[in-house]
């Protein structure tokens, strides 16, 4: 799959505004309704990620995490302030839009997996590609059960999510994020379910694609895993606290203990 992680933007986007990082986040609040009143998860939020970048966002549980990648891949939208992912405006796609956007550009591995339960392993990560339409269809099937080996789950191909671990459910919600090879890779604790081999492989994997130009942020608990990162933006009660660009690419620096085999 070779393809420039930039490009024109999709049909029907919002392109109007131009940055020149991957995602920008410019001054965005989040406020929930809750019985007691508004909550504020996201306070003011600046934020640029560069193309290429691997970055880890950590924080303590309730800091906001969840919510800044729901900011970023347009599942929620801010109560004010702006999401620049590539060239479109994510906080002003309407829902149709939103779809068909995060279908092309975005590959996201939520924190519960949200495998469908009716379609099996490899028709999951297929579903993806059909909805897309840019992997030709004849090369669909090889291409799903490339991805299913790569997070070690070939084997488990035709199995229904309730037949298999929480671990394997999140290897299989990784090889359906990677399936449209996408140019914003957004994973919500994609290592927290497995063991420390697994999780090495799946970072990996998620190296090799900022290696190769992609753009990831993954939420992570793991220390370890995050110092390996480009980049660690902390959040703390909504804010960012330490979120520096630090202007250096993923291929430009091999975080420590990197095995340069990954995809
Ligand atoms: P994290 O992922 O860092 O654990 P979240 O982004 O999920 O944190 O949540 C941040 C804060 O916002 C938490 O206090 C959480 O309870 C609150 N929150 C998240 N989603 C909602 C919601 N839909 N309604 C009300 N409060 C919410
Ligand atoms: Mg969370």
């Known amino acids: 799959m070779s393809r420039p992680p930039s490009g024109p933007p999709p049909r029907g986007s919002k392109a109007s505004y131009k940055s020149p990082f991957a995602i920008e986040l410019r001054k965005v ?15 003011t939020v600046d934020l640029q990620i560069r193309m290429g970048e691997f ?7 309730g800091s906001g995490k969840s919510t800044l990648l729901n900011m970023i891949a347009g599942i929620d939208r801010p109560t004010a302030g702006e999401v620049m992912v590539g060239h479109t405006r994510v906080d002003q796609l309407d829902e149709g ?11 996201i591995v939520f924190q519960f997996f949200q495998l469908l339960p009716t379609l099996t392993a490899v028709e999951n990560v297929l579903l993806a590609m059909d909805f897309v339409g840019r992997v030709p269809p004849n090369r669909r099937m090889q291409r799903a ?3 299913l080996t790569q997070v070690g789950m070939a084997e488990a191909a035709d199995k229904f999510p ?10 299989v919600a990784i090889a359906r994020a990677l399936a449209n090879d996408p140019a914003v890779l957004l ?17 990996n994997l998620l190296h090799g694609r900022a290696a190769a130009g992609r753009t990831v942020a993954i939420v992570t608990h793991d220390g370890e895993i995050a110092s390996r990162t480009n980049r660690i933006i902390h959040l703390v009660d909504g804010r960012v606290v330490d979120g520096r660009v630090d202007g250096r690419a993923v291929d430009s620096r091999s975080p420590r203990g990197f095995d340069q085999t990954g995809g």
């Open 97 to 107: 839009e939103t779809a068909v956007w995060r279908g092309r550009r975005l590959g």
């Open 55 to 61: 970055v880890a966002i950590v924080g303590r549980s």
């Open 145 to 147: 059960m490339d991805l």
């Open 29 to 43: 609040t989040k406020d929930y309704e809750t019985g007691a009143g508004p909550f504020r998860a996201l306070r």
């Open 187 to 203: 994973a919500d604790e994609p290592t927290g379910n497995l063991d420390s081999a697994t999780a090495d492989a799946v970072f």
């Open 162 to 171: 309730a037949a298999i671990s929480g671990g394997q459910q999140q290897r």
